[in-house]
Structure formats: C-alpha cells, structure tokens
C-alpha cells in the first residue's frame, strides 16, 4: 500500500527545526518540492549563502528532476534513502520525503563521523513525516 504524504506548512517547519538542533555543523536545513520550489527552510544565522538567488533556485530545480529521475530505479534497486555530496566549500545531504526532498548543508571541514551522526539522526526525524 502506497501512502502519499502531503505535508503541511507546520510539519515542515517542524522538520527543518528539528534538524537544524542536532548539529552545530548544520549550516541549512530546507523542504523543496517535487517542483523545485524551496518550502520552508532555515539558515544559520551567522552564515552568508553561498549560492545567489538564481543558482539557489536552479540547485532545487536540478534536486527535484535528480529525485524525479531517480524513482525510475526504485523497483530494481530500492528506493533512495538519502544522497551525501562532498563538495569544495560544502557537504550536502538530501533525503526523499515522498515527493519532497528534505535538504541539508553542513560546514565543509566537518570530520565524517560528525556527518554520519547527522545522517543517522536526520532518517528518523525524515521517516516520522513518511
């Protein structure tokens, strides 16, 4: 049986909320749509983005297509649970929320395990909303 989750404007606050306290590495947490449109989010407040506007909006776009394209997959191989990115200047981890994706960056300079710690205590706050 296949649920569909629809998230309300409170839930996702909540999710973001919840995810931004288990790190002080947590640089932004955020709900994109399967649209691409970013839902709710939150940065910490002594950052700067590193993205402008237009390359923040064209970063969910591409989330939303990789999620979409990604599901053709899910029968043979599973579905996604998370995807982490290693970047020069970042760590990002996006997480598949039924149609949603639940996007988080963290400091690059973090030690692995401190981002497997994140991970692990993001899949419940993730699972509960599924």
Known sequence: MFRIV????????????????????????????SNGRLITYIRRADLKPLLNTKNTKNKFSHLATQRGMATQFNRQLGNVRFLWEERDKVQTISFTLDKSIVWVSID????RS???RIIDSCLPIVKHYQ
């Not at 690059?108 to 030690?111: A, D, L």
Request: glycine share 2%; hydrophobic share 50%; net charge neutral.
């Open 6 to 33: 629809v998230l309300n404007r409170i839930e996702a606050q909540e999710i973001v909320e919840r995810i931004s306290e288990i790190s002080r590495y947590v640089r932004f947490a955020g709900i994109v749509n």
């Open 108 to 111: 690059k300079n973090v030690v």
């Open 114 to 116: 401190e981002v497997l």
